[in-house]
């Protein structure tokens, strides 16, 4: 394979890319027949999640959407290899769908738990949602890959000391490390993070990077589906690994080729990161500078008086 792109039988219409990288501007349940088969090492897709605002106008009833995501489920698995892996992740109130669809034609090795932090919008009359499930999908039990040693955590045993196994001879100090579980503590994208791109439901770095490395080598390829603001790319690129990432809306796929370093200029617009709140909810400095302006405003009154 010369490049990633000799993993497609017919050349998308629109796209740019390097050997090793792939930004596609179109619809993923089109560019995914065009795919050759057994193609791609990992697949992270995070498609439109059906609910919020944002699907007010566009919203699919639940037996379309689902008919709608088993389609593209099945092409995924097409392009994957037998010893690939796929992670999807789904609303809530979806994944137990795809759950049982999945588990029927394939194999779910894990159920994974996003657990982030609770800040934003906070629920008044119901518990509040704090994590996102992500399915862990194998086609092939006995090849599939996992990098155990690249994905290790602190195992917490609660002892002041370290714990002496002396069973060996000599006696050795017990592992302090093992694979991570199936909950994934770590926090959203804030604004004032590095990272932070006007996308509204951007995915952190940190949440890739488990998936890649455990299921993936350097000079594998990995495939998003819905990329979005191109977090799966652009750690793909970080480490080593090559990517294709295929996103339907323009203003998206102009962040990806921004993010990952393929263009700064598209049709005559110059590419450059321009980063804006994506909820309407006042900062803390938005609040200063309002009370700044109302005591202005009132001090002037009593001058004019």
Request: charged content about 30%; proline content about 5%.
């Amino acid at each position: 394979m010369a490049s990633v792109l000799d993993l497609f039988t017919k050349t998308p219409k629109e796209y740019l890319g390097n050997t090793s990288t792939m930004v596609i501007l179109g619809d993923s349940t089109d560019m995914l027949t065009s795919m050759k088969p057994g193609s791609v090492d990992l697949v992270f897709a995070d498609p439109p999640y059906n609910i919020g605002k944002e699907f007010e106008r566009k919203r699919k009833d639940q037996d379309e959407y689902l008919a709608w995501c088993k389609g593209w489920i099945d092409q995924c698995m097409r392009v994957l290899r037998q010893s690939g892996t796929m992670y999807l992740m789904a609303a809530t109130q979806f994944m137990p769908y795809l759950d049982t669809y999945i588990d029927g034609k394939w194999t779910v090795k894990s159920r994974v738990i996003w657990h982030y932090d609770s800040s934003g919008v906070q629920a008044r009359r119901h518990f509040g949602s704090m994590y996102e499930p992500i399915l862990m999908i194998v086609k092939d039990e006995g090849s599939y890959k996992f990098n155990a040693d690249a994905v290790m955590v602190e195992a917490r045993s609660g002892a002041v000391r370290k714990l002496i196994d002396y069973r060996k001879t000599p006696p050795q100090p017990y592992n302090d490390k093992k694979v991570r579980g199936n909950v994934w503590e770590i926090p959203r994208v804030r604004f004032k993070m590095p990272e932070y791109e006007n996308h509204g439901t951007q995915k952190p770095e940190r949440l890739l990077e488990i998936p890649i490395l455990a299921s993936t080598d350097p000079g594998d390829v990995v495939l998003d589906p819905f990329a979005g603001s191109f977090t799966t790319c652009a750690v793909a690129q970080r480490l080593g690994r090559w990517s294709i990432g295929i996103e339907i809306e323009e203003e998206y796929f102009k962040m990806g080729l921004r993010r990952l370093g393929l263009a700064t200029e598209y049709k005559g617009e110059a590419l450059v990161k321009v980063k804006a709140r994506k909820t309407r909810n006042k900062s803390k400095k938005d609040h200063e500078n309002g009370d700044q302006e109302r005591e202005a405003i009132s001090t002037r009154g009593h001058v004019d008086g």
